[in-house]
Structure formats: structure tokens, C-alpha cells
């Protein structure tokens, strides 16, 4: 209880600038069909929802060629990627097929170069150091479960199981309902998707621990604690957003 | 031999690009690649129609939500109401906001579910949490789509509405507009000239082309209601794509 109590106090207390988030921006590919400029469209909504109004501190921003593996947390150890910061938001392009089973696409990712793509597996378990929410905005990522199994002390990774359209509203209006409104995480997005796509859109999340579901930014509400130690279950929801 | 090689790779690559674009044999239709991926033609191209209505967006009465609060999306639910009967109470839930429109057109009715995943067996289990009823547009019956023209209600328990997103324009009709063929709007889907961007390389089968009008969503300004030619596709885990590429060559204006 008095654990609970600190923690809110301290969660009151804290300038917006001990929190922080980073970008990775795909968005000229050397094979893949171009995504310019709305990846840098995407990118400064971010940068201004989180940066400039909410105050919160820019961890990274790499883009393009300089995107790499390890910005996506593939290590345990030494410079982590996305999880050095408590949000992260990626816009590129997804990869599933025949050789892909939901993967984030790196730059020069081609079917001469299969081995630039970012896979589940190189990130199973490796989410605990600092971060707390992920969203993949890319086709097919969240098709693959295993993503979820990234999130050993991270909260919740929100992203796409179908196509998706490159769309900087997306942004624009997630964090105008959880940065403005003040709504849990979980309900700005699937607000946000709701209001930014089609029916042939569906969009999904996958949760550590079932409070989490609760989660608000940071300086926004209630956030749930790291599910510790880390258990087998995850929470999985997903909708079309017809 | 460093030559040969190369050769080979280049014969190889000028033979994929000449077999992709050629018609398939075994389906009388062709593959074809593009900046979106792979792209073949089940359905016959129509020469109809050539014209068709325009409509200008003269006032908007769309619907953000029904309060300031998180609706809880998430929460388990263990009341809810049949599907049929969240229809009815989708119905009466728009009639605090001027009823259901004439052009509206019952879409979906899907119960939503959270799933608990036990990573280590794969086990699920479903637990209810909201039915959602989606109404979509339909003009002159062609189909509108996008983020646009469409009133979203979730019902919860005992029929209680959890939160309703209706984006909705009002329109005036602005005369007839000529349209480009079906084929040539093909040709601009293979070139990637679609109104949206997919964020990834698809390999979509088209199986059905119709007019219709793109509608944006929330915070985006349209002068008018954009006619498009409207491809449904399957892509290859059998999801529908749906990808429209403007029908009016606008020359300037906003269409």
C-alpha cells in the first residue's frame, strides 16, 4: 500500500521531462515502395504530442538507413533500442509472407537481402529495462503472437494483424484522446483506429498483465506496475476498424 | 566465370519481369508487380458507368463520442445483450442524435472478445466484452468508403452504449461528373496511384471493381465526397483489402 502511495506521489511530482520516447521512421526504402513523406508526417506528430506539448524527452529519432536492429531492443545488454525509453513509435513498412511472419522491414530489406528485417524472436524476453508501451504502425506485425512475447517487463505493444495505410492522423488523434482527454492507452488507440481507417483494417494489442489494460501516459492518469516476476500470460485483443 | 555469373543473374531477372507480366495460362488473368507488390485481375474490368453524381460536403454532423471518459473498450463483460438486440439498441441510441440516416446501411454486427493467452500451451480463452454495430454510407447505391461515412455504436452491458463514433457529412448535390474506365484506373492501382498508402508489399487478388466515393475521417477537410473506382481485393491470408483510386481526372480541382 505504502509502496502504491510513493509511487503515486512520485508519479505526481515528476517534471514530464523524466519521461521519455523514441521514433524509428522507415520511409525511403532502397526496394520497397517509398512511404515520403508521411513517415516524417507521423514523425513529428509524435515529436510535437510528446516532445513539445507534453515535454517529455526525445530518447532517439533514427530514420531511414539509420534504423537498425538494435533500435528495436534486440539486446540485453549495452545500448537497448526502444527499450531505453518509456514510449516508442515506429512507422515503416511490415513484412508477411511466404519467408515473413509478421516482421518490421528495414530499409534495404529485399528479396536479394531477406536478412534486413527485424523478427519476434530477436526480441523474445529482451523488453525490461525502461520501456513501458511500443506501437508498430506497419502491416501485419501483430499477425505474429510472438511479438507479445517481447513484453517481460514492458506493458503493452500496439499495432496491426492485417494491412494498414500510412496515416499521420493516427497519431493526431491517439494522443489527442490519451494526451488531451486524458483516456487510457489502450482506448485512445483503438479510438484513434476507429477514427483513422476502413473496414479492411484491423488493429490489435497485446497486454502483459491484465491491469495493465489501465495504463495511462505517464503524467496522465494511473499506470500499473511491471508485471514482476514475468508469468506465461498474455491478453490479446483485436478489432476491425469498420 | 565472375562474368557468367552476372549474365546469368541478368537473364534470370529480365525473364522474372517478362513471365510476371505475362498472362497466366492456367486463370486467363496476369500477375503483375508493382510499388504495392504483387497485384492479379479476377474479375472483368467494366466499361460502365462513365459518369456518375457529385456531391459537395456543405456541413458536417459527425458524432466524437458520447463523453469525456475512457469508454473502457477493454473491460469483460458478462451482460451483454444479444447481437439482434444491440441493433435495436444501436437504433435508439441515435435517436438523441437525429436518428439513423436515410443512406445509412447496416453493416456489421461483431461481439468483441479479450483473449488470455497462455504462451506456454497456446491455450485461449474469449472472454465477451462489447458488441459493436457499424453502420456505413451508401450514395446513389454505391458503397462509401474510408474513415468517413460510417456511425460506430458499442453496446455493453444490458444494452448500455459504452460509445458511438459517427463521422457523417452533409452533402449537396453538385451535378455529374465524367469518369476515367475501370482499365485505366487499374493501371493507376498497379502504379501505385491509390488514395491510401498500404504499409507493406501485398500480393492481392482483385476479385470485384465498383464506383463509389472516398469519405476522410476526423479532422481532415473535403471539399467533396471523392468518386472513386473501388478495388476489393483478397490479399494472401484471404483478409479483404480494399484500395480506391480516384475515378475523376480533377485537372486542380479537390475531387
Redesign the interface.
Given at each position: 500500500m505504502w509502496k502504491c502511495a510513493i509511487l503515486l506521489l512520485a508519479v505526481s511530482i515528476l517534471p514530464s521531462a523524466a519521461y521519455s520516447y523514441s521514433i524509428t521512421n522507415i520511409e525511403d526504402y532502397t526496394s520497397?515502395?517509398d512511404?515520403t513523406p508521411?513517415g516524417t508526417q507521423v514523425t513529428e506528430k509524435v515529436q510535437y504530442w510528446l516532445g513539445t506539448k507534453d515535454g517529455w524527452m526525445q530518447e532517439f529519432y533514427h530514420k531511414d538507413s539509420s534504423v537498425d536492429k538494435e533500435d528495436f531492443g534486440t539486446l540485453n545488454s549495452g545500448w537497448q533500442g526502444l527499450d531505453e525509453s518509456d514510449f516508442h513509435w515506429h512507422?515503416?513498412?511490415?513484412?508477411?509472407?511466404l519467408t515473413n511472419d509478421g516482421d518490421i522491414?528495414l530499409y534495404d530489406y529485399s528479396i536479394w537481402n531477406p536478412g534486413r528485417k527485424v523478427d519476434s524472436w530477436m526480441v523474445e524476453g529482451k523488453w525490461d529495462l525502461n520501456n513501458e508501451w511500443v506501437v508498430f504502425?506497419?502491416?501485419?506485425v501483430l499477425?505474429d503472437?510472438n511479438w507479445?512475447?517481447a513484453l517481460k517487463y514492458s506493458h503493452m505493444h500496439l499495432g496491426f494483424e492485417?494491412?494498414?495505410?500510412?496515416?499521420p492522423?493516427l497519431p493526431?488523434?491517439f494522443f489527442e484522446y490519451a494526451i488531451n482527454?486524458?483516456?487510457?492507452i489502450?482506448?485512445?488507440y483503438?479510438?484513434a483506429t476507429?477514427?483513422?481507417?476502413?473496414?479492411?483494417v484491423?488493429a490489435a494489442v497485446y497486454i502483459d498483465a491484465?491491469e495493465q489494460?489501465n495504463d495511462h501516459l505517464w503524467g496522465h492518469g494511473y499506470v500499473a506496475p511491471d508485471e514482476y516476476p514475468d508469468d506465461?500470460?498474455?491478453?490479446?485483443?483485436h478489432?476491425?476498424?469498420? | 566465370m565472375k562474368r557468367g555469373v552476372i549474365l546469368l543473374l541478368i537473364l534470370l531477372v529480365g525473364l522474372s519481369a517478362v513471365i510476371l507480366r505475362m498472362p497466366n495460362a492456367a486463370f486467363g488473368n496476369s500477375f503483375i508487380l508493382g510499388?504495392?507488390g504483387e497485384i492479379e485481375l479476377k474479375t472483368a474490368l467494366t466499361d460502365s458507368p462513365t459518369e456518375v453524381n457529385l456531391y459537395r460536403v456543405v456541413g458536417d454532423e459527425s458524432i466524437?463520442?458520447i463523453g469525456?471518459?475512457?469508454?473502457?473498450?477493454?473491460k469483460v463483460r458478462y451482460n451483454l445483450p444479444s447481437e439482434e438486440e444491440a441493433v435495436k439498441f444501436a437504433i435508439k441510441a441515435l435517436e438523441r442524435y437525429g436518428g439513423l440516416p436515410e443512406d445509412a446501411v447496416l453493416?456489421?454486427v461483431?461481439t468483441?472478445?479479450?483473449?488470455?493467452?497462455?504462451?506456454?500451451t497456446g491455450k485461449?480463452d474469449r472472454k465477451p466484452?462489447l458488441i459493436?454495430v457499424?453502420f456505413?454510407r451508401c450514395i446513389d447505391e454505391m458503397p462509401v468508403?474510408?474513415?468517413g461515412g460510417?456511425i460506430?455504436v458499442y453496446i455493453g452491458d444490458n444494452g448500455e452504449v459504452v460509445?458511438l463514433?459517427k463521422?457523417w457529412r452533409k452533402l449537396e448535390y453538385a451535378g455529374k461528373v465524367k469518369i476515367i474506365p475501370a482499365k485505366e484506373a487499374f493501371e493507376k492501382l498497379v502504379k501505385?496511384e491509390v488514395i491510401?498508402?498500404?504499409?507493406?508489399?501485398?500480393?492481392l487478388k482483385v476479385t470485384d471493381v465498383e464506383v463509389g466515393y472516398y469519405a476522410v475521417?476526423?479532422?481532415?477537410k473535403q471539399e467533396y465526397y471523392t468518386p472513386v473506382w473501388i478495388f476489393h481485393c483478397k490479399?494472401?491470408?484471404g483478409?479483404?483489402?480494399?484500395l480506391a483510386v480516384k475515378a475523376v481526372d480533377a485537372g486542380g480541382e479537390d475531387f
Open positions: 520497397l515502395d512511404l508521411f512507422v515503416g513498412h511490415g513484412l508477411h509472407g522491414a504502425q506497419s502491416c501485419y499477425e503472437p507479445a512475447a492485417t494491412v494498414t495505410y500510412i496515416d492522423n493526431e488523434k482527454k486524458n483516456w487510457k489502450f482506448d485512445a483503438k479510438k476507429i477514427e483513422t481507417f476502413g473496414g479492411d484491423e491484465r489494460i506465461n500470460y498474455v491478453y490479446h485483443y478489432w476491425g476498424c469498420e | 510499388p504495392i466524437e463520442g469525456n471518459t475512457s469508454p473502457d473498450y477493454g453493416s456489421k461483431q468483441e472478445y479479450a483473449e488470455v493467452i497462455d504462451t506456454d485461449v466484452t459493436k457499424t456505413k468508403i474510408g474513415p460510417k460506430v460509445d463514433t463521422i501505385g491510401m498508402k498500404p504499409m507493406g508489399r501485398l500480393k475521417g476526423f479532422g481532415k490479399d494472401h491470408l483478409n479483404n483489402v480494399t
